[in-house]
């Protein structure tokens, strides 16, 4: 009986030790062999993904979310139960196929990026377990607005409308006090949980408030869960040119890792995704792009990395991981680009709809429409803006790279200016303000109704701009015109200012080295009879404010230098990801951008401390001398053709 219960026991464990060798060998063909998916963790054996505030100065903003705001970290944790993502099953899928594969650890990285982090759930289940156990009511949707407030003036097309007038009971909203606040409770009211920012003056096309009252004086908190909650007047004074509008932000449950077709509505990058999604076989995060017939883009295998545990503080305390599920962290490309993140979020976010149309109350938008629309579509969108910045950096760039090595170097420097970039300056401002591209400016290139025309002639002309005959100008002033405007018919050709840009600096250029610097400055104007302690007072300040421009460019450019090599190069500047340049640049202006105002109030007012209308005046007069000796000066009205070899 003994030798039989031996032999059994025995029988046992040889098969338990054969089961854990089988199942030991299949585990690792799995991550060996093909049916294994490389994933790069974000922290190594021994630690836990923890996201916690930024301890950082950040450059937050109050409508957009740059993802700056909470930062990932590698911790040691007793609580939190240990990541087994690594060996794990992942249900992963190609266009429409999916299978079941192993997650294998390739690496560990954590982005580390100071700008545009984002975080994204990722489903290790497969389609069938994601059924499992659910029914309609998991499904999250966004309720019909059967309210008593809707939006209008705008179409939308087929989608959600999230901008437009503001309407309630069908009556438009007058925009006397409208503010952000009064935007916010609007679109959570109409399901745009992200908020949104106020528009006046009809922005989307005129109301009608002349002959019925709407809404008037909304004063809202913020806190109301519909506009008809918030403190108001029913009657109003309004015309129709004051209706109230809102622009939603809209919800989105994904982001795209590439600009090219970025969703820049999207400002959560420090929120997780709602919505899971999966890997490719090949270790990659496809994230769906907004719109029919755009292409998923792509994060590659290594450009994230993913952890099946996390603790949170903050907004991220209460979260927990749902089975079944893992984070994925990453840069986003356009978010965490210092350049790309201040235009978008900055600049370009506070346009409605994140693009820019023609508009002629809005000063500058149809110049902006006239040279970065390239798809002739009447309006500019963030590739477009984007694309005309980086150009506008480039020819910059491409000026102070005074070797043309395509670097700059650790002593770049402003002090001495070259023509090349007073004439490309000068073409650039042709580009953008001459309207009808006739190479010529005039008041026929300003917006309508910019100037009055007085005597309604059809026809305005720079008696009616100045109120006052040119030739009834001061002197100088006059002959300043005349030598800018050979022709004297009111309108500046590109010629015309390029020879005149010419001439300042043939004049200016003392050592005939196509370059000029504050030295040469005060040599010309000491040639134009400026007193001695004026010429002193210019020579403070302009010494003093090209120190500060030297400071603030060589702080940059030393910052953009990723390398290391003290060669920065074009892409490292438009690609610099650390904002702490910024902060930095800003502190150094503030602190130090006024260091004398008496020096300035001198140059103007002949005095430094109290204000005396005589020395005022008799101060004018001197620069109104200056400025006419130096206009008759003999070299700027005789420049060679060949002045610099510029055209």
């Known amino acids: 009986m003994g030798t039989h219960l031996l032999l059994t026991i025995m029988s046992w464990l040889y098969l338990a030790a054969v089961s854990c060798l089988l199942a030991a060998s299949c585990h690792g063909a799995a991550l060996s062999g093909e049916d294994a998916v490389g994933v ?24 957009k979310n740059r993802g700056d705001e909470y ?42 990026c100071s700008l545009g982090l984002k975080y994204q759930m990722i489903s290790l289940k497969t389609s069938d377990s994601d059924a499992e156990g659910s029914g309609s009511e998991d499904v999250e949707s966004v309720p019909e607005n059967t309210q008593r407030v809707r939006l209008g003036d705008y179409s939308c097309g087929r989608g959600k409308c999230n901008k437009g007038n503001v309407y309630v009971d069908d009556k438009p909203v007058c925009d006397d006090d409208w503010d952000d606040n009064d935007a916010e409770v609007v679109c959570r009211e109409l399901g745009f949980t992200s908020g ?22 909304v004063r809202c908190s913020g806190r109301e869960s519909s506009l008809v909650d918030c403190r108001h007047e029913t009657f109003d004074d309004c015309g129709d040119s004051e209706g109230a509008g809102v622009v939603c932000y809209e919800d989105r449950d994904y982001s795209e890792p590439s600009y090219a077709e970025y ?24 994230m769906p792009t907004p719109g029919e017939g755009l292409p998923n883009t792509t994060y590659k295998a290594g450009e994230f990395c993913m952890a099946g545990v996390f603790e949170g503080e903050g907004e991220w305390g209460p979260k927990e991981m749902e089975e079944g599920e893992a984070i994925a962290v990453m840069c986003e490309p356009c978010k965490s680009e210092v350049l790309c993140s201040t235009l978008l979020l900055d600049l370009f976010g506070s346009f409605p709809g994140n693009e820019i149309e023609g508009d002629e109350r809005s000063f500058g938008t149809n110049n902006v429409v006239l040279l970065g629309d390239k798809d002739a579509d009447g309006k500019v969108n963030f590739n477009e803006f984007k694309a005309a910045v980086d150009d506008y950096v480039k020819k910059l760039f491409d000026v102070l790279d005074s070797d043309s090595d395509g670097s700059l170097d650790e002593g ?27 190479d010529i400016m005039s008041v026929e290139d300003a917006p309508p109704r910019t100037f009055r025309d007085r005597n309604d002639d059809g026809k305005i002309s720079l008696r009616e701009v100045f109120g006052v005959s040119l030739i009834n100008l001061p002197a100088p002033l006059y002959r300043l015109y005349t030598t800018l405007d050979k022709d004297k018919n009111e309108k500046i050709s590109i010629e015309e200012a390029t020879n005149f840009i010419k001439g300042v600096l043939h004049t200016i250029d003392q050592n005939e080295d196509c370059s000029i610097d504050i030295d040469e400055f005060i040599a010309a104007l000491d040639e134009s009879k400026l007193p001695k302690q004026f010429q002193l007072a210019v020579k ?28 920065t190069t074009l892409a490292e500047i438009i690609g610099l990801k650390d904002p702490a340049v910024l902060f930095s640049i800003l502190s150094v202006a503030e602190n130090m951008g006024m260091p004398n105002y008496s020096t300035g109030s001198f140059l103007i007012s002949g005095a430094g ?15 109104l001398n200056v400025l006419y000796d130096f206009v008759d000066n003999r070299k700027l009205q005789s420049v060679p053709a060949d002045f610099c070899g510029l055209e």
């Open 40 to 63: 790069s963790m974000c922290c190594p054996e021994g630690r836990v993904l923890k996201i916690v505030k930024n301890p950082a100065k950040t450059l937050g903003g109050w409508r």
């Open 71 to 112: 930062i990932p970290k590698c911790v040691r944790s007793r609580r939190a139960p240990k990541d087994t993502l690594d060996g794990s099953p992942i249900a992963v899928t190609d266009d429409e196929d999916e299978k079941l594969m192993v997650v294998k650890k390739t690496g560990v990285m954590l982005p580390s």
């Open 196 to 217: 949104g920012y106020a528009t006046q003056e009809s922005y989307f096309g005129k109301v009608d408030l002349e002959e019925q009252s709407g809404f008037d004086q």
């Open 263 to 286: 969703d820049y509505s999207n400002t959560e990058s420090s929120k997780p995704s709602a919505a899971a999604l999966r890997l490719t076989s090949a270790g990659q995060l496809l």
């Open 412 to 438: 770049v420097s402003i002090k001495s200016l070259s023509a090349k970039l007073f004439l490309q300056v000068l073409d650039e401002l042709f580009l953008f303000f001459d309207v009808n591209q006739d």
């Open 540 to 567: 403070l300040l302009g010494e003093y404010y090209f120190e500060l421009g030297d400071f603030i460019l060589r702080q940059f450019v030393a910052a953009a230098d990723t390398d290391g090599d003290k060669k």
């Open 609 to 623: 401390g109290r204000w005396n209308r005589e020395k005022e005046q008799a101060t004018i007069e001197m620069w």
